[in-house]
């Protein structure tokens, strides 16, 4: 066996409230085959806009029913016999050619709410409800916030290593070119599932360097907001979903936006700068191992802080 498969610890899914899409790119008879959390899903968008999620395969002959699916108000029909399943309950509400439904057709329908601009669905490893919440951003449906701007992207690694990068600073200096290692503190709510790092930074502009503070809100294991405050006049915000795929490998969704009265000034900048750093981070991440015990220093005080936090999401000890 090789030797990265010897010191590497797979980590199972956490639980919690990932994205499986943006909301914008499904529209009303929309549908949509997902895979996620290592499972096959159909995602689809009712007649009256519901964005519902269902397990993918058809109990009747095994038909996945997001291939040439199609929206039957408020239901979902199988391309192979014409069965319909309802979003809500996943339960068949139609057979086209006879009238008796057999018990047990239904698959499974997954919880779903709609929010900043996403499409989210909770999971759990048991199978629990869900048993915390995020808050809406009042950027995102702002109209004196600009149009937002979204992109995605994959890697092979898992979403813990991803959002770990928060609890970090120290690779800010090697891998993102900071003069310093910024100050950070982090504030974990007691026996919660949000926590908020702040990290003190000085963004070089053509008026000369500007102190800042870079704040991040961060909610379960992979659903971050990210702020930049103390720029006078200004709102910068970028948010972020990343979920697993499989157990190592991930999707990142990320929205981002200014205020219209600096969109067109530093808006733009912040916009570019965020995007361009987040790339100088995926060649890590796609080569790296997990390790269960890892060596850390005096300086690591904030990654063991956090890999004690997010023991919570796990339903398997890590």
């Not at 990265?4 to 943006?22: C, D, I, S």
């Not at 038909?63 to 199609?70: I, P």
């Not at 006078?232 to 915000?237: I, M, R, S, V, W």
């Amino acid at each position: 066996m090789a030797v990265r498969e010897l010191q590497h610890t797979e980590l199972p899914f956490p639980n919690g409230w990932f994205a499986v899409e943006f909301s914008k790119n499904l529209a009303v008879g929309d549908v949509k085959p997902v895979h996620q959390f290592g499972e096959d899903f159909v995602l689809f968008r009712t007649r009256c806009g519901k964005a519902r999620l269902l397990d993918a395969y058809c109990p009747h002959l095994g038909a996945h029913l997001g291939v040439d699916g199609r929206v039957m108000g408020e239901t979902v029909r199988c391309a192979f016999h014409g069965w319909q399943f309802e979003g809500e309950t996943g339960k068949c509400s139609c057979i086209p050619y006879t009238e008796r439904i057999p018990a047990g057709a239904e698959v499974r329908a997954w919880e779903v709410q709609e929010k900043n601009g996403l499409i989210f669905t909770w999971y759990h490893a048991e199978q629990k409800p869900p048993d915390w919440d995020f808050p809406e951003l009042p950027e995102l449906s702002d109209p004196d916030w600009s149009e937002h701007r979204t992109f995605e992207f994959e890697m092979p690694t898992h979403v813990q290593n991803m959002n770990e990068n928060n609890n970090d600073p120290v690779h800010f200096l090697y891998v993102h070119g900071a003069p310093e290692v910024p100050p950070t503190t982090l504030h974990y709510e007691d026996n919660g599932r949000v926590y908020q790092a702040i990290s003190e930074v000085v963004k070089q502009t053509p008026d000369g360097p500007v102190p800042f503070k870079l704040v991040r809100d961060m909610w379960g294991l992979g659903l971050a907001a990210v702020r930049f405050n103390d720029i006078p006049g200004a709102g910068l915000l970028m948010y972020s979903s990343t979920s697993p795929i499989e157990r190592n490998r991930t999707v990142s969704r990320w929205i981002l936006t200014a205020s219209n009265n600096v969109v067109d000034t530093v808006g733009e900048d912040f916009m570019d700068g965020l995007m361009k750093g987040i790339m100088q981070d995926t060649n890590i991440w796609g080569h790296m191992i997990n390790r269960a015990q890892p060596i850390l220093c005096d300086a690591d005080a904030p990654l063991a802080a956090y890999r004690r936090w997010v023991k919570q999401f796990y339903s398997e000890p890590v």
